[in-house]
Nanobody, 128 residues
Framework: QLVESGGGFVQPGESLKLSCAAS????????IGWFRQAPGKEREGVSC?????????WYADSVEVRFTISRDRAKNTVYLQMNSLKPEDTAVYYC??????????????????????WGQGTQVPVAS
């Protein structure tokens, strides 16, 4: 099970840190992705961190430099630090898990079909 937290209303330029806590499995054994879905739009990949064995971190062009994904093995949690937030970052943010043995690469991490389990989402409204 994946549970996101940390969402909330922020103004443009502010920061927010989202958490994705896992239960029932170990997060660093498989890739974990962060996705977002804005009203009326398709779900899109934001960032992904590969398993600790495979390595690899990817970001969408729209969040490169501003967002940072990280993993805390002791807490079995993946984080998404979001800085310099913009109104266009407004969305429901989801974390997702590929499942045991799953793997993604640079060309596939944004494909929602690569992920078997999803959290319930956390809302991030960005407005003045």
């Amino acid at each position: 099970q994946l549970v996101e937290s940390g969402g909330g209303f922020v103004q443009p330029g502010e920061s927010l840190k989202l958490s994705c806590a896992a239960s029932g499995f170990t997060l660093d054994h498989s890739p974990i992705g962060w996705f977002r879905q804005a009203p009326g739009k398709e779900r899109e990949g934001v960032s992904c961190i590969a398993s600790s064995v495979d390595g690899g971190i990817w970001y969408a062009d729209s969040v490169e430099v501003r967002f940072t994904i990280s993993r805390d093995r002791a807490k079995n949690t993946v984080y998404l630090q979001m800085n310099s937030l913009k109104p266009e970052d407004t969305a429901v943010y989801y974390c997702a898990y590929t499942g045991v043995g799953g793997t993604v690469v640079e060309d596939t991490w944004t494909d929602v079909d690569e992920y078997d389990d999803w959290g319930q989402g956390t809302q991030v409204p960005v407005a003045s």
